[in-house]
């Protein structure tokens, strides 16, 4: 579990193809590693990786054909940059949302433009995430927590202020690039809900309870009426 907020850039330094898959070496910049052990999580670009090798400047992590092919690890290259951030501790401060580090699909930049000192960025999400994406909701790009201003169909904006352009790999963005979307997983747990008929019987609950009433209590035996 992690929080969107992007802790270092790393770089990638190699890439081992190993049986099918990949896996990746980093170099992780100014994050402090002290207290990374093996079998530790570190979201690379949004997407949760497992710690199989480590020292105090670089891990490795194995990548899968499943996880290649759904997000944007498989067009890295040795040298690319990358967002990174360790799983979060129950001492860590929440201080953008919950991030689970598994990816639901991959986006596109459409445009970007200056506005002031900040910069606004159009994307285009998936068919089939869009209807989880709403204005002034969560969504994680690349691994970074961000809301979103604005919604049209299969296309939102998310306005970029200078901090997070140099303190994560959103300043490198052009028209064109794949980025990693994970959307609000409170909207997945809520279609769920729905799908199930959750929602109905919450409805019906509701309605219970409206019908209970402090007299209703008193006569049935709950407490007494004050004098």
Not at 89 to 108: A, C, F, N, P, Y
Request: include cysteine.
């Amino acid at each position: 579990m992690f929080t969107g907020i992007i802790q270092a850039v790393g770089t990638l330094s190699k890439l081992q193809p190993k049986g099918g898959d990949m896996a990746l070496v980093v170099n992780t910049g100014k994050l402090d590693m002290s207290d990374v052990q093996l079998g530790d999580s570190i979201a690379v670009n949004g997407v949760c990786l497992t710690a199989v090798a480590l020292n105090n400047s670089e891990f490795t992590a194995d990548v899968s054909r499943e996880t290649l092919s759904l997000t944007s690890l498989g067009d890295l290259s040795e040298g690319s940059t990358v967002n990174l951030e360790k799983a979060l501790t129950l001492e860590t401060r929440l201080g953008g949302h919950i991030v689970s580090g598994h990816v639901d699909g991959l986006g596109e930049v459409v445009k970007r433009r200056n506005d002031g000192r900040s910069e606004w960025f159009n994307i285009k999400a998936p068919d089939n995430l869009a209807k989880y994406i709403a204005a002034k909701g969560s969504i994680t790009i690349d691994g970074v927590s961000l809301t979103v201003n604005r919604v049209d169909g299969v296309h939102f904006e998310i306005n970029i202020v200078p901090h997070t352009i140099q303190e994560t790999i959103i300043g490198q963005y052009q028209a064109g690039t794949k980025i990693n979307l994970e959307v609000d997983v409170i909207a997945r747990y809520l279609e769920r809900l729905i799908q199930q008929g959750g929602m109905e019987q919450m409805a019906q609950s509701a309605t219970i309870s409206s019908n209970i009433t402090e007299s209703f209590l008193h006569e049935n035996g709950f407490g007494n009426k004050a004098k």
